[in-house]
């Protein structure tokens, strides 16, 4: 099954999803994801935001000019290891801003592709996969949104938000539960409060 996984390296919660996404539920189910962007800074541009949480959304368009980048080359797979070089060092090693260079010698891409990240007209590509994502969720959730092809087209959702204890067959079970939801015509929300901290997977 084709997949699209909408991300902002900045969130937390969107690179939680992605790892149970990628090392859990992909080999089960034989899923192929399609890795695009959906930038928290364009999309909340003119609302009412702390300038922290501004400015940590801002840092991340850099980094996704170059996720951008290696789209237009057709390179997903690269995306993938540069997204997963990203999360460790975004969110387990706490770098704010990320050190983009080493990030890509770490995945084994080339340190050129840097240049990207300066290049503000791989800022279109960024806008038009968030309205893309938008289309698909709707303008008032959060990152990640994830979307698969139905009978009526690419359908999906923001989420499943979740935390490291969804693996094993669990996190099987739970894709199997979000592929009926998306599928279902009618179906909007489920939601309830998180009531514990956020707590990364354990990577190797």
């Not at 000019?65 to 057709?74: N, P, S």
Request: proline share 6%; aromatic share 8%; with cysteine.
């Amino acid at each position: 099954m084709d997949v699209r996984f909408y991300l902002d390296p900045i969130c937390p919660w969107c690179w939680v999803t992605s790892r149970w996404l990628t090392d859990n539920v992909a080999p089960e189910r034989g899923l192929v994801i399609d890795w695009r962007t959906i930038s928290l800074y364009f999309r909340n541009l003119g609302r009412d935001f702390e300038p922290a949480h501004r400015e940590a959304h801002r840092s991340t368009v850099p980094v996704m000019r170059v996720i951008e980048a290696l789209r237009a080359d057709g390179r997903n797979d690269d995306v993938a290891t540069l997204y997963r070089e990203l999360g460790l060092r975004i969110h387990h090693q706490r770098q704010h801003p990320v050190d983009l260079a080493a990030a890509l010698t770490a995945a084994n891409l080339e340190p050129e592709l840097a240049e990207a990240a300066t290049d503000d007209s791989w800022d279109a590509a960024i806008r038009e996969s968030t309205d893309e994502a938008e289309a698909i969720a709707g303008d008032d959730v959060g990152t990640p949104i994830i979307a698969i092809e139905t009978d009526e087209g690419w359908r999906g959702y923001f989420g499943p938000i979740i935390d490291h204890r969804v693996t094993g067959p669990t996190a099987g079970e739970v894709w199997d539960a979000t592929v009926v939801l998306i599928r279902t015509p009618g179906f909007y929300e489920l939601k309830r409060t998180r009531d514990v901290p956020l707590e990364l997977p354990d990577l190797v």
